[in-house]
């Protein structure tokens, strides 16, 4: 997944302040590698292991040491080395005024500069989370996902098994909903996987004999959350009387999502079943789990142990 | 199921069948024998000194305290009740995979 310097700076634009001060024509260059550089070294003119694939940021120190170069003539030439690099784009802080040399070389070079009022360390920093989670590797997945007592919880099923429904019953006890039957997944630079809803169609679910709500307005802000780190996969099946269902809870199952092995559970949907119940009692057991404490494994050790002293006696 | 239990014989067929993997019926062969008690349409019990629970719940299944070297008497009653028993009695006598 490339990100361009126009997809970077809409999302930086208003948090950071960025204006782009030359270059608008070429924001779509890519940013290979999502990070930020301080290109010091660089405008000595030593370039090994420089890193041009990020974000050029140069602060007081660079623009101090251009300042000091002396003639107009090495700069342009320290400058110009620079952008031969191919950088993406160059982010100047704390509003200092342009060097006229850097200008004209970013011009000659097509890379576009940009600039923030921010310091920058402050702007490194802040900037950093953002492109990680902009270069994040995401996918969209079909499945709901819920908020459940602090849980992330995804389900999924087939069509008509009943996940809005059973969204709409959690929702009733005080859970909150992040995305109906459609969740965009992001690993986040902790390597979690987030869920959240498409932008277009937040806040919303569809009941069938009901058509679209806006879940909101019937229930509260309460009823919503932005995004939650998954922590949880339930999966509704038809019930199946000769199907192998987990009778014990010992078997660890696990989905791969973008990378990462998260726990999985397998409900059989039955007529008469309280399944949003089950859902919730799923999340929580997860939670303990979480906690270090797993009852099956625990009662079943409790048992062994039984078990063992009568045969002894 | 209560009244079936005082003519015992009379109610379809039974076996008495011994643990024999050295852990006893803890979780995972408590597991595995509803499982395969599950897949017939025959009602299974089991009864150990006295006591008599439904061979398809788990929770029941773990009380019933079924140590190495110890027995219980397994009923079957249904259209399939043999074979039911037999795949049980395989079941136990393959120490449920364990040592």
Do not use: W
């Not at chain 1, 709500?213 to 009387?241: C, N, T, W, Y």
């Not at chain 1, 809870?249 to 409900?267: K, N």
């Not at chain 2, 024999?20 to 299974?44: C, Q």
């Not at chain 2, 249904?78 to 049980?88: I, S, Y």
């Amino acid at each position: 997944m490339a990100l361009t310097v126009a997809e970077f700076l809409e999302e930086a634009r208003d948090p950071f302040e960025l204006e782009v001060v030359c270059g608008e024509d070429h924001l779509g260059r890519i940013v290979k590698e999502p990070a930020f550089n301080r290109p010091g070294l660089a405008l000595t003119g030593f370039f090994q292991y420089f890193a041009n694939l990020r974000i050029q940021v140069m602060g007081l120190a660079e623009l101090t040491y251009l300042k000091h170069l002396g003639d107009d003539a090495t700069r342009t030439e320290r400058l110009a080395a620079l952008m031969r690099q191919r950088v993406p784009c160059v982010v100047l802080t704390r509003n200092r005024h342009v060097p006229p040399e850097l200008l004209a070389q970013a011009e000659a070079h097509r890379v576009p500069v940009l600039k923030t009022p921010l310091i920058t360390n402050r702007f490194i920093n802040r900037a950093t989370l953002l492109i990680e989670d902009l270069a994040a590797p995401r996918q969209k997945y079909q499945g709901t996902m819920l908020e459940i007592k602090g849980m992330g919880v995804l389900v999924e099923g087939q069509p008509g098994i009943g996940k809005s429904e059973i969204a709409l019953a959690l929702i009733e006890r005080g859970h909150s909903l992040i995305s109906d039957d459609l969740t965009v997944l992001r690993r986040d630079h902790f390597g979690a996987v987030v869920g959240y809803a498409d932008e277009l169609t937040r806040y919303h679910m569809e009941i069938r004999g009901l058509g679209i709500i806006h879940v909101p307005s019937l229930f509260g802000v309460a009823s919503m959350r932005r995004e939650k780190r998954v922590d949880l996969v339930v999966r509704l099946e038809p019930f199946d009387q000769h199907a192998d269902y987990d009778r014990t809870g010992m078997c660890s199952e696990t989905i791969e999502i973008l990378g990462a092995d998260i726990p999985l559970v397998t409900i059989p949907v039955g007529a008469g079943r309280d399944i949003a119940h089950v859902v919730e009692v799923a999340a929580l057991n997860q939670k303990l789990k979480q906690l270090g404490h797993d009852a099956a494994k625990e009662l079943d050790e409790r048992l062994m142990r039984a078990l063992e002293r009568k045969r002894r006696k | 199921m209560k009244a079936k239990s005082h003519d015992k014989e009379a109610a379809g067929a039974c076996r008495d069948l011994t643990i024999l993997n050295k852990h006893g019926m803890h979780a995972r062969p408590a597991a595995m024998f509803i499982k395969t008690a599950s897949a017939f349409d025959s009602d299974i019990m089991i009864e150990k000194e006295g006591t008599k629970v439904s061979g398809k719940s788990i929770m029941g299944l773990l009380t019933m305290e079924l140590y190495q070297g110890s027995t219980m008497r397994v009923y079957a009653d249904g259209p399939d009740a043999e074979a039911a028993l037999q795949a049980l009695e395989d079941l136990v006598k393959s120490k449920f995979d364990e040592e």
